[in-house]
């Protein structure tokens, strides 16, 4: 202990055990996920952001090491800690110039907005010596004239690489790659569970990084399509998710996409024709016409429901049954709502057309 106390204090770093922590000291390998509580305050005492508070939230930091975190200091004094330790780190100001932007940084993400914003068009380097305001006072002031800071932490997590579930944006490529078939599988149990709010979740995070790689290659390139056949299964089951769950227009929104990336083309001028490359496609845009008609079905869009229902029947006529039964179910529902407001509007236009009788006294 003062061996690595004497190490940090030459790199600038003063430490100060406030509770020590439990067990045995983690080796911190690249990887590894630290959750901690941080409250920064400036050396005469004054708070600049405490996780137990910031936005109206009590929510500890999460980080994961060797990812370059922007304030590297904390990085570097976390791995001297024992889990359920606090302490206070006193750093000189070459290791807190860029706290300003990591702050800013925070304080968007504690109230949902953009972590990003404000930092989009120059690195962190520059903008601390631009003059652009990060829209906080007294991380403007800090800019203007950085100085030590000081950071109490209390170590809550370690949790060693492979223990717990990546965030995307954590992710390498080849990891995004390979979590989509085990995301895929998770939520086709969760929806056999009947977990649909769960289930849809899992569909999402598994579109969202195959979009991700996508946006990464050229349209219409052999990979791109590839990727693009990944999307669809996961994005019909989405679909079928958001059915249940009563968005429909979110499903109108979805299969008509789908319905218009297998469109054929047989315009020669066309600058990109994606044709389907594998065999599953027609299946495919059969569920999306399918899928589309019973949520036009249910917004009252019968036009548009019954399109899509002859479309789906051109496709595959052995789903004859299936969709007979839909639209039996869309003309009652119908039936029951022109009755209801027949009902509804009954008598409003009957007045009472007798003579008024005049009285005298």
Not at 190 to 204: D, M, P, V, W
Not at 292 to 299: E, G, M, P, Q, Y
């Amino acid at each position: 202990m003062e061996e690595e106390a004497r190490k940090l204090l030459e790199e600038g770093i003063k430490k100060k055990l406030i509770s020590p922590g439990k067990g045995e000291l983690s080796t911190f390998p690249n990887g590894t996920k630290v959750v901690f509580h941080y409250r920064t305050s400036l050396c005469n005492g004054t708070v600049l952001d405490d996780s137990r508070t910031m936005g109206g939230h009590c929510k500890p930091m999460e980080l994961m090491l060797g990812k370059k975190f922007k304030l590297s200091v904390w990085e570097r004094v976390v791995i001297t800690m024992r889990k359920g330790e606090i302490a206070e780190f006193t750093c000189d100001t070459k290791h807190t110039a860029l706290y300003p932007l990591v702050s800013q940084s925070l304080r968007n993400i504690s109230i949902g907005k953009d972590p990003l914003e404000g930092q989009r068009h120059c690195c962190g380097i520059a903008q601390i010596h631009s003059h652009h305001s990060l829209g906080h006072k007294d991380l403007d002031h800090l800019k203007a004239s950085p100085q030590p800071l000081v950071f109490t932490i209390e170590l809550l997590e370690v949790l060693p690489p492979g223990s717990y579930q990546l965030d995307m944006w954590a992710m390498t490529d080849k990891e995004k790659f390979d979590f989509v078939p085990h995301v895929h599988e998770e939520g086709n149990l969760l929806f056999k569970q009947g977990k649909i709010k769960e289930a849809s979740e899992k569909y999402y995070n598994g579109i969202a990084c195959l979009k991700n790689l996508q946006m990464k290659e050229h349209p219409g390139d052999e990979r791109w399509i590839n990727l693009d056949q990944m999307i669809t299964p996961l994005l019909l089951n989405y679909c079928q998710c958001l059915l249940q769950m009563g968005q429909y227009y979110e499903v109108i929104e979805h299969c008509s996409s789908l319905v218009f990336k297998y469109e054929v083309y047989d315009n020669k001028d066309a600058s990109l024709i994606i044709r389907p490359r594998c065999g599953s496609f027609p299946s495919d845009n059969v569920k999306a016409y399918y899928k589309r008609a019973k949520a036009h079905a249910a917004v009252w869009n019968e036009t548009e429901a019954r399109a899509d229902f002859t479309k789906v029947l051109e496709l595959d006529p052995s789903l004859g049954p299936s969709v007979s039964k839909e639209l039996r179910a869309m003309e009652e529902r119908i039936r029951s709502k022109e009755k209801e407001e027949k009902g509804r509007y009954k008598g409003l236009f009957d007045f009472n057309t007798r003579p008024a009788t005049a009285t005298t006294g």
